[in-house]
């Protein structure tokens, strides 16, 4: 039975790997445990009730916002109609707080578009649909 000031270290390995702990590591993970300062708290999950609706107007900057929170914090992957959008598409900016930002909206920009937030105790994702008027 694990107590809130318990720890348990469980090591899986596939095939002959050995597995090495750092004793200054594990010792400071259970000096912060212990002290109540806990740095993680679970996976991400949806802050507030997002639109799932956005309009853009032609020719003008938008903004989409992953509404979420978490954890340690998630990373942000942006996906336009299945394809991901990398740092190659010059008017589209994914900042660190895990907004879309495009600029000189086209008419090709409408479409659905997904905010998929990970951390290392799961995943999210939420949807928009983009109309450009």
Not at 13 to 23: F, H, I, N
Not at 48 to 66: E, S
Request: include cysteine; charge should be positive; hydrophobic fraction near 45%.
């Amino acid at each position: 039975m694990l107590t809130d000031v318990s720890l348990l270290f469980v090591c899986v390995t596939d095939g002959p790997a050995m597995a090495v702990v750092k004793w200054p590591v594990l010792q400071l993970l259970l000096l912060l445990h212990v002290a109540g300062l806990s740095w993680a708290s679970g996976p991400p999950k949806v802050s507030g009730k997002p639109h799932q609706r956005h309009v853009a107007k032609l020719g003008k900057n938008t903004k989409l916002v992953c509404p979420v929170e978490a954890d340690p914090p998630p990373l942000t992957q942006w996906k336009k109609d299945g394809e991901t959008i990398h740092t190659g598409w010059l008017r589209f900016k994914v900042t660190q707080d895990g907004q879309l930002r495009i600029r000189n909206v086209h008419m090709a920009d409408a479409g659905l578009y997904v905010c998929r937030a990970t951390n290392g105790f799961g995943s999210i994702s939420v949807n928009y649909t983009v109309v450009v008027l």
